[in-house]
């Protein structure tokens, strides 16, 4: 099955600690992005990546680090720079190109509570 | 002036009737317009995507667009009680999605 996972669904952390939320794509999709959300609030864009080894910030990058070394992967790393990390954490793909019709399919999604 | 606004809601109907869900953006500009749906406590769900004005329609949704007005709406016809939850309005601009705050739908049985 074509799809996007995310793991672990639950993760609770003590202030201070990093942590790290993976993303695994298998829809061949070049675009892959990570998306925070807070109760009653939209999607807020935290990083963004069009391609392998290259990534861009989105509107609440800080605290946050991604990676993009394989084209399936986009993990996403919480600092304990970011100072209300306690969401839930979405990762998104899509194709990219010049076409950009940009469908956007989620996982499943990581509610991160630290305390 | 926010970039994509919807009501916040709740927006309730009766089994059965039409539920209207609309949208406004403010880049003229935009091009590309998504509507998703989100269950409590679950991840949105890609559910109508429209690009040029006028109509589309797929099964009970049907995705209306007016890029004058620049205003886009989301019916859905025969609403269901499994229909109950939030849709979300999306935007491309820039190369990014923005998404409005969404409007909360219940279908009361």
């Known amino acids: 099955d074509g799809g996007i996972t995310q793991s672990p669904k639950y993760l609770f952390r003590k202030e201070g600690q990093n942590v790290t939320l993976s993303c695994e794509q298998n829809?061949?999709?070049?675009?892959m992005y990570w998306y925070r959300q807070d109760p009653g609030q939209g999607l807020r864009l935290i990083y963004y990546?069009?391609?392998?080894?290259?990534?861009q910030k989105g509107d609440i990058a800080e605290g946050y680090s991604v990676s993009r070394e394989k084209k399936e992967s986009f993990p996403l790393t919480v600092t304990s720079a970011q100072k209300n990390p306690t969401a839930f954490y979405l990762c998104?793909?899509?194709?990219?190109?010049?076409?950009?019709?940009?469908?956007?399919?989620f996982g499943p999604g990581t509610r991160l509570t630290v305390t | 002036q926010k970039e994509v606004e919807q009501n916040s809601g709740p927006l309730s109907v009766p089994e059965g009737a039409i539920a209207s869900l609309n949208c406004t953006y403010s880049?003229?500009?935009?091009?590309?317009f998504f509507w998703y749906r989100q269950y409590s406590g679950k991840s949105p769900e890609l559910i109508m995507s429209?690009?040029?004005?006028g109509d589309k329609e797929d099964g009970r949704f049907t995705a209306q667009l007016n890029k004058a007005s620049q205003y886009v709406s989301l019916l859905i016809r025969d609403s269901q009680p499994s229909d109950s939850a939030t849709y979300l309005c999306?935007?491309?601009?820039?190369?990014?999605?923005?998404f409005g705050q969404g409007t909360e739908l219940s279908v009361k049985p």
């Open positions: 999306a935007v491309i601009k820039g190369g990014k999605l923005i």
């Open positions: 998104a793909s899509s194709t990219s190109g010049t076409g950009g019709f940009y469908e956007q399919y």
């Open positions: 429209i690009y040029s004005n």
């Open positions: 829809l061949n999709h070049d675009a």
């Open positions: 880049d003229r500009g935009s091009q590309s």
């Open positions: 990546s069009q391609i392998v080894n290259d990534f």
